[in-house]
């Protein structure tokens, strides 16, 4: 330790102690206890010396440090290696591209998450049964290479058990959209299956169910002009709860624009009805309710007029 630094620290003590005589208070010279007190402050002050040339002959490197649990010659995984490059990368971004370098890394880190996510989950494939199979089944035969074979050795049975004219509004994630399938006559469900999710022609179906090409393309047309409207109106309620849309549905929004206002009119006229009919419920439910208190205060009081009587 310096000399100077020596010398603060004993003033700095002197001073805690009441030692300083510029204050009138008893000479350093002439107290007793100044001697044994002083002792004990250079003891002090070499082991703080000793402590220093320690320190200078073998100092401590932040390297020699480890965490307890984490062993010194540990290697370090390829993923750690690039999770810490990632927040260099991160830490040192400054310019426009460097940030657009930051992104482009997590969006393939979200891209390989999902990829290995679909690996384990079970879920619907986006895929087209006539353009996923092999051409002419040249390495692998079109049956085992078909989209349903490939579904049921996977264990993803929603299209295969809902490949029915009366099932299929399962295959629809959406409530709503499934609803307004299910609510369809059996004879228009058979026809909304077999034009769009078999394929057929209009006039193969009309060779199928013994009727006329003519018959079969307006009764579609009709079936279509319903299914349009609901889903117009389930839309445009949601749009009034600022409901997140996709891209098809904004689509179908913009193209059937002109149809909002008067789907808007209709579906508010739909909702004071409804909230109309709700209040007569609850009336009707609300008097049912005071005629049966009444009765049971009727049987209360006959009860305690014949309890009254016995006494």
């Not at 909702?271 to 009727?298: F, H, N, P, S």
Request: proline share 3%; net charge negative; charged share 40%.
């Amino acid at each position: 330790m310096n000399i100077r630094k020596h010398q603060e620290l004993l003033d700095f003590w002197e001073y805690s102690h009441n030692f300083d005589s510029e204050d009138g208070a008893v000479p350093i010279d002439e107290d007793v206890t100044f001697e044994a007190t002083r002792q004990e402050l250079q003891i002090e002050l070499e082991h703080f010396n000793e402590m220093e040339l320690e320190q200078e002959l073998h100092p401590i490197k932040d390297d020699d440090i480890q965490p307890e649990d984490e062993h010194p010659n540990k290697t370090m995984l390829k993923r750690e290696l690039r999770a810490i490059a990632l927040k260099r990368l991160e830490d040192g971004a400054r310019t426009i591209s460097d940030f657009e370098e930051v992104i482009k890394e997590w969006d393939l880190l979200d891209s390989n998450r999902e990829r290995k996510e679909r690996y384990h989950e079970i879920g619907r494939e986006n895929i087209d049964s006539k353009k996923d199979v092999a051409p002419l089944a040249i390495v692998i035969p079109a049956p085992i290479n078909h989209t349903y074979r490939r579904q049921l050795i996977k264990g993803d049975y929603i299209d295969i058990i809902s490949n029915c004219p009366y099932e299929m509004h399962n295959s629809l994630s959406d409530e709503d959209y499934s609803k307004i399938i299910y609510d369809l006559k059996d004879d228009h469900k058979e026809l909304i299956y077999y034009l769009y999710l078999r394929d057929f022609t209009t006039s193969q179906l009309a060779a199928l169910r013994n009727q006329s090409d003519r018959n079969i393309r307006g009764v579609r047309s009709t079936i279509l002009g319903q299914i349009k409207k609901k889903v117009l109106m389930i839309l445009v309620d949601r749009q009034g709860e600022e409901f997140p849309f996709t891209m098809e549905e904004l689509d179908f929004l913009s193209r059937h624009e002109e149809e909002i206002p008067a789907t808007t009119e209709k579906l508010d006229k739909e909702k004071l009805a409804l909230l109309k009919e709700i209040g007569v419920v609850v009336r009707r439910i609300t008097r049912e309710q005071e005629k049966q208190a009444k009765e049971e205060a009727k049987k209360q009081k006959k009860l305690n007029r014949t309890n009254r009587k016995s006494k």
